[in-house]
Antibody, heavy 122, light 106 residues
Framework: QLQLQESGPGLVTPSETLSLTCTVS??????????WGWIRQTPGKGLEWIGN???????YYNPSLKSRVTISVDTSKSQFSLNLSSVTAADTAVYYC??????????????WGQGSLVTVSS | SYELTQPPSVSVSPGQTASITCSGD??????ACWYQQKPGQSPVLVIY???KRPSGIPERFSGSNSGSTATLTISGTQAMDEADYYC?????????FGGGTKLTVL
């Protein structure tokens, strides 16, 4: 059974960079037709897609966050990571990592991590 | 940018049919999928490619997508189906989520 686990600091100082890592187990991060994504959810609000990465390093980002986001992958460790720079309180959210099926016109997240709450505060 | 619109809330009586809509420009030309999220839990995929159910999802969950509207239908709604539901599509190399619908079973 595929499992994804987010890890990283639960508290980040305003203007600093939020960094999270997702570790994939029970399956290969290098599988064809799968992207690996980050999604966040602010308290009491809906889901917001941050971006995706393929094992080759190809990335797609949410245009509204693109200037502050970097997603990278380390296939040797079965991990992919999120860096979000210049954070403010508005970036306080639960951050999820997830696997996205990507083939033809079909795109959906079939496995999700448990989520990691990140609070931006001084 | 592409937008998906869902009603904020839907109410249904136990055993009845619940329908949750998701509207977007020419959404029927894209694949839609649906996630269920219960409080304190991660989202769970319940419908993909408009009308397909992942393994383990009860048959009472079904979907359709035509024109500008995708619909998630829950037949014989049970108390355990009370949750937030999100639609999602892919447009111009971006993932788009609807704002979510809170389904209340009462």
């Amino acid at each position: 059974q595929l499992q994804l686990q987010e890890s990283g600091p639960g508290l980040v100082t305003p203007s600093e960079t939020l960094s999270l890592t997702c570790t994939v187990s029970g399956g290969s991060i290098s599988s064809s037709n799968y992207f690996w994504g980050w999604i966040r959810q602010t308290p009491g609000k809906g889901l917001e897609w941050i971006g995706n990465i393929y094992y080759s390093g190809t990335t797609y980002y949410n245009p509204s966050l693109k200037s502050r986001v970097t997603i990278s992958v380390d296939t040797s460790k079965s991990q992919f990571s999120l860096n979000l720079s210049s954070v403010t309180a508005a970036d306080t959210a639960v951050y999820y990592c997830a696997r996205q099926w990507n083939f033809g016109a079909s795109y959906y997240f079939d496995y999700w991590g448990q989520g990691s709450l990140v609070t931006v505060s001084s | 940018s592409y937008e998906l619109t869902q009603p904020p809330s839907v109410s249904v009586s136990p055993g009845q049919t619940a329908s949750i809509t998701c509207s977007g420009d020419k959404l029927g030309d894209k694949y839609a999928c649906w996630y269920q999220q219960k409080p304190g839990q991660s989202p769970v995929l319940v419908i993909y490619e408009d009308n397909k159910r992942p393994s383990g999802i009860p048959e009472r969950f079904s979907g359709s997508n035509s024109g500008s509207t995708a619909t998630l239908t829950i037949s014989g709604t049970q108390a355990m189906d009370e949750a937030d539901y999100y639609c999602q599509a892919w447009d111009s190399s971006t993932v788009v989520f609807g704002g979510g619908t809170k389904l209340t079973v009462l």
